[in-house]
Protein backbone atom coordinates (compact mmCIF):
# COMPACT_ATOMS: atom_id res chain seq x y z
CA UNK A 1 0.00 0.00 0.00
CA UNK A 2 1.43 3.52 -1.30
CA UNK A 3 0.57 6.48 1.12
CA UNK A 4 1.53 9.30 -1.68
CA UNK A 5 -0.35 10.96 -3.73
CA UNK A 6 -0.94 10.96 -7.42
CA UNK A 7 -0.28 13.94 -9.59
CA UNK A 8 -3.65 15.02 -9.73
CA UNK A 9 -4.17 15.04 -6.21
CA UNK A 10 -0.82 16.91 -5.88
CA UNK A 11 -2.37 19.87 -8.22
CA UNK A 12 -5.61 19.76 -6.76
CA UNK A 13 -3.35 20.75 -3.17
CA UNK A 14 -1.62 23.25 -5.15
CA UNK A 15 -4.79 24.54 -7.04
CA UNK A 16 -6.87 24.69 -3.41
CA UNK A 17 -3.48 26.31 -1.93
CA UNK A 18 -3.24 29.05 -4.49
CA UNK A 19 -7.22 29.95 -4.00
CA UNK A 20 -7.17 30.27 -0.62
CA UNK A 21 -4.31 32.40 -0.13
CA UNK A 22 -5.55 34.68 -2.52
CA UNK A 23 -9.22 34.49 -1.46
CA UNK A 24 -8.95 33.89 1.83
CA UNK A 25 -6.13 35.74 3.38
CA UNK A 26 -5.51 35.95 7.20
CA UNK A 27 -7.83 39.45 7.14
CA UNK A 28 -10.48 37.69 5.75
CA UNK A 29 -10.52 34.96 8.26
CA UNK A 30 -10.44 37.69 11.00
CA UNK A 31 -13.21 39.76 9.29
CA UNK A 32 -15.65 36.58 8.86
CA UNK A 33 -15.51 35.92 12.25
CA UNK A 34 -17.98 38.92 13.05
CA UNK A 35 -20.21 37.67 10.33
CA UNK A 36 -22.88 35.80 10.74
CA UNK A 37 -22.80 34.07 7.23
CA UNK A 38 -19.48 32.86 7.91
CA UNK A 39 -18.29 33.89 4.17
CA UNK A 40 -18.77 35.76 1.75
CA UNK A 41 -21.27 34.87 -1.29
CA UNK A 42 -18.88 35.75 -4.03
CA UNK A 43 -16.35 33.21 -1.77
CA UNK A 44 -18.64 30.49 -2.20
CA UNK A 45 -19.75 31.07 -5.87
CA UNK A 46 -16.33 30.83 -7.01
CA UNK A 47 -16.02 27.06 -5.19
CA UNK A 48 -19.39 26.11 -6.47
CA UNK A 49 -17.82 26.90 -9.71
CA UNK A 50 -14.66 24.77 -9.17
CA UNK A 51 -16.48 22.16 -8.17
CA UNK A 52 -15.67 21.89 -4.85
CA UNK A 53 -18.82 21.90 -2.94
CA UNK A 54 -19.40 18.86 -5.56
CA UNK A 55 -16.71 16.65 -4.68
CA UNK A 56 -17.67 13.80 -3.05
CA UNK A 57 -21.22 14.19 -5.20
CA UNK A 58 -21.19 11.26 -7.93
CA UNK A 59 -20.58 11.97 -11.80
CA UNK A 60 -24.25 11.16 -12.80
CA UNK A 61 -25.80 13.71 -9.84
CA UNK A 62 -23.48 16.80 -11.18
CA UNK A 63 -20.12 16.07 -9.03
CA UNK A 64 -16.88 15.90 -9.28
CA UNK A 65 -17.00 11.71 -8.12
CA UNK A 66 -14.23 12.07 -5.90
CA UNK A 67 -13.40 10.04 -2.95
CA UNK A 68 -12.28 10.84 0.85
CA UNK A 69 -8.69 10.83 0.32
CA UNK A 70 -9.09 13.50 -2.36
CA UNK A 71 -10.93 15.54 0.22
CA UNK A 72 -7.97 14.92 2.62
CA UNK A 73 -6.05 16.77 0.31
CA UNK A 74 -8.69 19.94 0.24
CA UNK A 75 -9.34 19.97 4.29
CA UNK A 76 -5.95 19.77 4.68
CA UNK A 77 -5.47 23.13 3.30
CA UNK A 78 -8.42 24.49 4.60
CA UNK A 79 -7.12 23.67 7.56
CA UNK A 80 -3.89 25.34 7.74
CA UNK A 81 -6.27 29.02 6.91
CA UNK A 82 -8.27 28.12 9.03
CA UNK A 83 -10.92 28.34 6.40
CA UNK A 84 -14.32 29.97 7.94
CA UNK A 85 -17.83 29.53 6.46
CA UNK A 86 -20.16 26.25 5.68
CA UNK A 87 -18.00 24.14 3.50
CA UNK A 88 -17.33 21.73 6.47
CA UNK A 89 -20.99 21.35 6.95
CA UNK A 90 -22.60 21.69 3.58
CA UNK A 91 -19.78 19.94 1.33
CA UNK A 92 -18.64 17.42 3.73
CA UNK A 93 -21.47 16.47 6.53
CA UNK A 94 -24.04 16.84 4.61
CA UNK A 95 -22.80 15.32 1.12
CA UNK A 96 -21.38 12.29 3.08
CA UNK A 97 -24.80 12.06 5.25
CA UNK A 98 -26.89 12.19 1.73
CA UNK A 99 -24.24 9.98 -0.10
CA UNK A 100 -24.69 7.37 2.41
CA UNK A 101 -28.98 7.87 3.13
CA UNK A 102 -29.30 7.94 -0.84
CA UNK A 103 -30.39 11.24 -0.87
CA UNK A 104 -30.19 11.86 -4.81
CA UNK A 105 -32.39 15.20 -4.82
CA UNK A 106 -29.81 16.72 -1.98
CA UNK A 107 -26.50 15.67 -3.49
CA UNK A 108 -27.97 17.31 -6.88
CA UNK A 109 -28.58 20.50 -4.91
CA UNK A 110 -25.26 20.74 -2.83
CA UNK A 111 -22.93 20.18 -5.61
CA UNK A 112 -24.72 22.63 -7.77
CA UNK A 113 -24.86 25.31 -4.91
CA UNK A 114 -28.72 25.97 -5.02
CA UNK A 115 -28.61 24.71 -1.37
CA UNK A 116 -26.58 24.56 1.49
CA UNK A 117 -26.97 21.36 4.34
CA UNK A 118 -25.97 20.44 7.43
CA UNK A 119 -26.40 17.55 9.47
CA UNK A 120 -27.75 17.45 13.37
CA UNK A 121 -26.04 14.51 15.01
CA UNK A 122 -24.39 15.89 18.75
CA UNK A 123 -26.65 15.61 21.68
CA UNK A 124 -25.97 16.00 24.91
CA UNK A 125 -23.48 13.53 27.09
CA UNK A 126 -19.90 12.11 25.76
CA UNK A 127 -19.07 8.86 24.29
CA UNK A 128 -20.97 7.35 21.08
CA UNK A 129 -22.68 10.07 19.29
CA UNK A 130 -24.85 7.86 17.69
CA UNK A 131 -26.12 5.89 20.68
CA UNK A 132 -26.70 9.32 22.41
CA UNK A 133 -29.12 10.23 20.27
CA UNK A 134 -32.43 10.72 22.41
CA UNK A 135 -34.35 12.95 20.11
CA UNK A 136 -37.79 11.02 19.00
CA UNK A 137 -39.96 11.39 16.31
CA UNK A 138 -43.95 10.72 16.27
CA UNK A 139 -45.97 10.30 13.70
CA UNK A 140 -49.59 12.26 14.38
CA UNK A 141 -52.32 13.12 11.85
CA UNK A 142 -50.51 11.66 9.02
CA UNK A 143 -47.41 14.01 9.53
CA UNK A 144 -44.00 13.18 11.53
CA UNK A 145 -42.80 15.39 14.12
CA UNK A 146 -39.55 15.40 16.65
CA UNK A 147 -38.66 16.44 19.69
CA UNK A 148 -35.28 16.75 21.11
CA UNK A 149 -32.49 19.20 20.92
CA UNK A 150 -29.48 19.21 19.36
CA UNK A 151 -26.47 22.14 21.32
CA UNK A 152 -24.12 21.70 17.92
CA UNK A 153 -24.88 22.15 14.55
CA UNK A 154 -22.42 23.23 11.89
CA UNK A 155 -23.91 26.24 10.59
CA UNK A 156 -27.10 25.16 11.12
CA UNK A 157 -28.17 29.23 11.20
CA UNK A 158 -27.72 29.59 7.61
CA UNK A 159 -28.32 26.35 6.08
CA UNK A 160 -31.37 25.68 3.71
CA UNK A 161 -32.51 22.16 5.37
CA UNK A 162 -30.69 19.69 8.02
CA UNK A 163 -30.69 16.24 8.51
CA UNK A 164 -31.40 14.78 11.40
CA UNK A 165 -31.66 11.24 13.16
CA UNK A 166 -34.37 10.80 15.34
CA UNK A 167 -35.43 7.61 17.12
CA UNK A 168 -38.92 5.91 16.25
CA UNK A 169 -40.64 2.77 17.14
CA UNK A 170 -39.00 1.10 14.37
CA UNK A 171 -35.44 2.23 15.63
CA UNK A 172 -33.15 5.49 14.37
CA UNK A 173 -34.42 7.10 11.27
CA UNK A 174 -33.65 9.89 9.38
CA UNK A 175 -35.74 13.34 8.73
CA UNK A 176 -35.47 16.38 6.71
CA UNK A 177 -35.76 19.71 8.12
CA UNK A 178 -36.39 22.51 5.71
CA UNK A 179 -35.27 26.25 7.01
CA UNK A 180 -34.01 24.57 10.58
CA UNK A 181 -34.50 28.23 12.35
CA UNK A 182 -31.52 26.74 14.59
CA UNK A 183 -29.84 29.56 17.22
CA UNK A 184 -26.49 30.88 16.19
CA UNK A 185 -24.43 30.34 19.69
CA UNK A 186 -21.05 31.55 20.61
CA UNK A 187 -18.22 28.45 20.10
CA UNK A 188 -14.82 27.87 20.92
CA UNK A 189 -13.65 28.14 17.71
CA UNK A 190 -14.62 31.48 16.34
CA UNK A 191 -13.83 30.76 12.87
CA UNK A 192 -16.66 27.76 12.33
CA UNK A 193 -19.76 28.84 13.25
CA UNK A 194 -22.30 26.50 15.70
CA UNK A 195 -25.96 26.71 16.34
CA UNK A 196 -28.22 24.88 18.66
CA UNK A 197 -31.33 23.24 17.26
CA UNK A 198 -34.32 22.92 19.60
CA UNK A 199 -37.04 21.15 18.06
CA UNK A 200 -40.27 21.67 19.80
CA UNK A 201 -43.13 19.21 17.89
CA UNK A 202 -41.29 20.49 14.66
CA UNK A 203 -42.57 18.93 11.86
CA UNK A 204 -40.27 16.89 9.54
CA UNK A 205 -40.05 14.40 6.30
CA UNK A 206 -38.67 11.18 6.78
CA UNK A 207 -36.29 10.27 4.12
CA UNK A 208 -33.40 7.62 3.28
CA UNK A 209 -33.66 3.52 2.76
CA UNK A 210 -36.31 1.37 4.77
CA UNK A 211 -35.33 0.09 8.09
CA UNK A 212 -33.14 0.55 10.81
CA UNK A 213 -30.38 3.51 10.01
CA UNK A 214 -28.17 3.18 13.02
CA UNK A 215 -25.18 1.61 10.79
CA UNK A 216 -25.68 4.01 7.99
CA UNK A 217 -25.28 6.98 10.79
CA UNK A 218 -22.28 4.98 12.46
CA UNK A 219 -20.31 5.41 9.24
CA UNK A 220 -21.74 8.88 8.27
CA UNK A 221 -19.91 9.81 11.86
CA UNK A 222 -17.02 7.69 10.86
CA UNK A 223 -16.69 9.48 7.37
CA UNK A 224 -17.50 13.01 9.07
CA UNK A 225 -14.49 12.34 11.78
CA UNK A 226 -11.65 11.25 9.14
CA UNK A 227 -13.12 14.96 7.74
CA UNK A 228 -12.20 16.64 11.36
CA UNK A 229 -9.05 15.26 11.09
CA UNK A 230 -7.68 15.93 8.38
CA UNK A 231 -8.37 19.81 9.35
CA UNK A 232 -6.84 19.39 12.51
CA UNK A 233 -3.58 17.69 9.62
CA UNK A 234 -3.95 20.74 8.30
CA UNK A 235 -4.31 23.49 11.45
CA UNK A 236 -1.33 21.77 13.16
CA UNK A 237 1.27 22.03 10.40
CA UNK A 238 0.11 25.79 9.89
CA UNK A 239 0.53 25.93 13.77
CA UNK A 240 4.17 23.93 13.27
CA UNK A 241 5.14 26.48 10.73
CA UNK A 242 3.82 29.90 12.59
CA UNK A 243 5.97 28.29 15.78
CA UNK A 244 9.17 27.94 13.60
CA UNK A 245 9.33 31.53 11.93
CA UNK A 246 8.62 33.32 14.42
CA UNK A 247 11.79 30.89 16.66
CA UNK A 248 13.92 32.08 14.23
CA UNK A 249 13.08 35.91 13.73
CA UNK A 250 12.53 36.47 17.98
CA UNK A 251 15.43 37.35 19.41
CA UNK A 252 16.17 36.69 23.22
CA UNK A 253 19.84 36.88 25.23
CA UNK A 254 21.28 38.21 21.84
CA UNK A 255 20.02 35.39 19.30
CA UNK A 256 17.00 33.70 17.63
CA UNK A 257 15.59 31.92 19.98
CA UNK A 258 15.06 29.07 17.85
CA UNK A 259 18.45 27.88 18.73
CA UNK A 260 18.00 27.13 22.18
CA UNK A 261 17.92 23.64 22.98
CA UNK A 262 14.31 23.63 24.53
CA UNK A 263 12.56 25.48 21.43
CA UNK A 264 14.17 22.55 19.21
CA UNK A 265 13.12 19.92 21.60
CA UNK A 266 9.82 21.36 21.45
CA UNK A 267 9.75 21.29 17.35
CA UNK A 268 10.69 18.04 17.24
CA UNK A 269 7.98 16.91 19.52
CA UNK A 270 5.18 18.72 17.00
CA UNK A 271 6.72 17.61 14.17
CA UNK A 272 7.08 13.90 15.40
CA UNK A 273 3.28 13.61 16.63
CA UNK A 274 2.05 15.58 13.33
CA UNK A 275 3.83 13.19 10.86
CA UNK A 276 2.31 9.91 12.67
CA UNK A 277 -0.83 11.46 13.04
CA UNK A 278 -1.11 12.02 9.26
CA UNK A 279 -0.18 9.06 8.23
CA UNK A 280 -3.08 7.45 10.24
CA UNK A 281 -6.13 10.08 8.71
CA UNK A 282 -4.85 9.11 5.46
CA UNK A 283 -4.97 5.65 6.54
CA UNK A 284 -8.58 6.13 7.17
CA UNK A 285 -9.33 7.91 4.40
CA UNK A 286 -7.77 4.89 1.84
CA UNK A 287 -9.78 2.41 4.29
CA UNK A 288 -13.28 4.24 3.43
CA UNK A 289 -12.91 4.61 -0.15
CA UNK A 290 -12.09 0.79 -0.60
CA UNK A 291 -14.28 -0.36 2.57
CA UNK A 292 -11.74 -2.32 4.26
CA UNK A 293 -12.12 -4.75 6.40
CA UNK A 294 -10.27 -2.47 9.11
CA UNK A 295 -11.79 0.93 7.89
CA UNK A 296 -13.65 1.62 11.82
CA UNK A 297 -10.36 0.01 13.44
CA UNK A 298 -8.72 3.04 11.27
CA UNK A 299 -11.14 5.53 11.92
CA UNK A 300 -10.67 4.89 16.33
CA UNK A 301 -6.74 5.30 15.96
CA UNK A 302 -7.01 8.17 13.62
CA UNK A 303 -9.29 10.21 15.54
CA UNK A 304 -8.28 9.41 18.65
CA UNK A 305 -4.05 10.14 18.12
CA UNK A 306 -5.30 13.62 15.62
CA UNK A 307 -7.23 14.91 18.67
CA UNK A 308 -4.66 14.67 20.90
CA UNK A 309 -2.41 15.63 18.55
CA UNK A 310 -3.39 18.80 17.16
CA UNK A 311 -4.24 19.83 21.20
CA UNK A 312 -0.51 19.49 22.03
CA UNK A 313 1.03 21.16 18.72
CA UNK A 314 -1.13 24.13 19.12
CA UNK A 315 -0.56 24.94 22.60
CA UNK A 316 2.86 24.03 21.76
CA UNK A 317 2.46 26.85 19.17
CA UNK A 318 1.09 29.39 21.32
CA UNK A 319 4.12 28.62 24.08
CA UNK A 320 6.84 29.48 21.79
CA UNK A 321 5.60 32.68 20.85
CA UNK A 322 5.71 33.25 24.23
CA UNK A 323 3.63 36.44 25.28
CA UNK A 324 2.70 37.38 21.91
CA UNK A 325 0.95 33.67 21.66
CA UNK A 326 -1.70 34.83 23.96
CA UNK A 327 -3.20 37.85 22.42
CA UNK A 328 -5.72 38.46 19.18
CA UNK A 329 -3.36 39.29 17.22
CA UNK A 330 -1.27 36.11 16.31
CA UNK A 331 -3.33 33.51 14.93
CA UNK A 332 -2.06 30.37 16.73
CA UNK A 333 -5.18 31.09 18.96
CA UNK A 334 -7.06 30.10 16.07
CA UNK A 335 -5.80 26.62 15.46
CA UNK A 336 -5.53 26.00 19.04
CA UNK A 337 -9.48 27.09 18.96
CA UNK A 338 -10.31 24.54 16.38
CA UNK A 339 -8.25 21.34 17.67
CA UNK A 340 -10.20 21.69 20.90
CA UNK A 341 -13.09 21.94 19.42
CA UNK A 342 -13.21 19.33 16.64
CA UNK A 343 -11.71 16.73 19.53
CA UNK A 344 -14.40 17.24 20.88
CA UNK A 345 -17.05 16.70 18.35
CA UNK A 346 -18.53 12.74 16.92
CA UNK A 347 -16.60 11.08 19.86
CA UNK A 348 -14.01 12.41 21.91
CA UNK A 349 -9.80 10.88 21.93
CA UNK A 350 -10.68 8.79 24.81
CA UNK A 351 -14.06 6.96 23.78
CA UNK A 352 -11.84 6.50 20.49
CA UNK A 353 -9.86 4.56 22.56
CA UNK A 354 -12.46 2.69 24.39
CA UNK A 355 -13.66 2.44 20.96
CA UNK A 356 -10.29 0.51 19.22
CA UNK A 357 -9.37 -1.48 21.97
CA UNK A 358 -13.31 -3.48 21.76
CA UNK A 359 -12.82 -3.60 17.88
CA UNK A 360 -9.47 -4.80 18.40
CA UNK A 361 -10.61 -8.11 21.12
CA UNK A 362 -13.82 -8.30 18.71
CA UNK A 363 -11.84 -9.71 16.07
CA UNK A 364 -8.81 -11.30 18.33
Known amino acids: M ?23 PPERVAAMQ ?7 DELWEAMVDLGWTGLLVPVERGGLGLGMVDMVVVLEEMGRVPFPGPYFSSAVAATLASLHLGLDDQLVS ?31 DGRWRLSGLKPVVFDGHSAD ?24 VPGLDVTRKIARLDLDDREALPVGPDGDHTGVWRRICDDTSVALCAEL ?9 LAVEYAKTRVQFGRPIATFQVIKHKAVDMLHKLELARVGVHYAAWASDVDDAVREEAVAMSKASCGEMAVFV ?32 LGQQGWQRRRLADLILATA
Not at 324 to 338: N, S
Open 233 to 241: IGSAEEALD
Open 34 to 40: ADPAGVA
Open 314 to 345: TGESIQIHGGVGFTWDCPAHLHYRRAKQNDML
Open 110 to 140: LAAGTSRGTVAVEELGHGDPVDRIRTRAVRR
Open 161 to 184: WVLVPARTEAGLSTFLVEAPRAEL
Open 2 to 24: EFTFSDEQNALRDSVRAFLQNES
